[in-house]
């Protein structure tokens, strides 16, 4: 059964980590005062664990490359522009929403767990 989901997760690693991006876009420019769940867990928090699940994914899905350090700098680099993006259009496209470099400092954070726990992840993730 897990190496049936292992399979299944590398089949559709690309598509998996498109989609968490497309969710993070969606959380970040629209409007979440009408969610029905209120959370009571830090921003910054949400912030970090976000861009640490949106880093693991691409750095999963090219883990063929993961031996490059190319290819690993150039995934923290996008996601971390990715991110100050986000935050510039909160300020500029969204009427509820705004701009806070604490926000990049957090998904910074998130961007940092992910390179420094990879590495043991993916030992982790061969031994299944």
């Known amino acids: 059964m897990r190496i049936a989901i292992k399979k299944l997760l590398e089949r559709n690693a690309y598509f998996i980590s498109f989609a968490l991006t497309a969710i993070i876009i969606y959380l970040s420019l629209s409007s979440l005062k009408y969610l029905p769940v209120k959370i009571s867990v830090s921003d910054k928090f949400l912030h970090s664990l976000a861009y640490a699940t949106l880093t693991l994914s ?21 996601v971390f522009l990715f991110g100050v993006t986000l935050e510039i259009l909160q300020g500029t496209l969204t009427e509820n929403r705004t701009m806070d470099y604490h926000d990049v400092i957090a998904n910074t954070v998130g961007i940092l767990l992910a390179l420094s726990s990879f590495s043991f992840l993916l030992k982790v993730y061969k031994r299944i």
């Open 58 to 78: 691409w750095f999963f899905s090219i883990k063929k490359s993961h031996q490059e350090i190319r290819s690993k700098l150039l995934i923290v680099v996008v």
